[in-house]
């Protein structure tokens, strides 16, 4: 007997979707897909394998992100689910997509300038508010570790950048 279970295109994709309804807990706005975290939606005999890299290894989300992709997978009867992290190649701001930028944005978050970046940070970054250029580094760590601090000369508001990668 032949034990290969066969997946549809149309599952895969509709598990692909499924990753598009999982926020990113730090920024709400942003979905799993939107910042391009899922790497692979895999299935074999042994059931589904999602291949996951956070945006950044430290960050506590990772461990909420993993559960919440297991949880998901499984209230929509997609069993058995294995989440694997992957660490290599690292997350990088390029992968997040040009409407997750715009989304960012409107948020109240600078998005991230540029695609491959050095840990410098660029020398003016727009205000989400106003679209100013006028713009001074407050701090370089915001409210987490990936964004930056950033005070607008115009309207006189700070806000985050979140730092390219
Ligand atoms: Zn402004």
Known sequence: MDQTLTVMPAQLRAVWKLMATISDPEIPVLT?????????????????????TPTWSGCPATA??????????????????????????????AWMSDEAKVRLREYGISPPVGHS???????????????????????????TACKALWRCESCREPFDYFKCI
């Open 32 to 52: 799993l897909t939107d910042l391009g975290m899922v790497r692979s939606v895999e299935h074999d005999d042994d059931g589904w394998h999602i291949g996951f």
């Open 117 to 143: 970046c050095s840990a410098e940070l660029p020398e003016h970054v727009e205000c989400p508010r106003c679209g100013s250029q006028r713009t001074t580094l407050i701090s370089e760590f915001g409210s």
């Open 64 to 93: 909420f992100l993993q559960k919440a992709i297991h949880d998901t997978m499984t209230a929509h009867g997609y069993t058995p689910v294995r989440v694997s992290v992957q660490l290599h190649p690292a997350w990088t701001t």
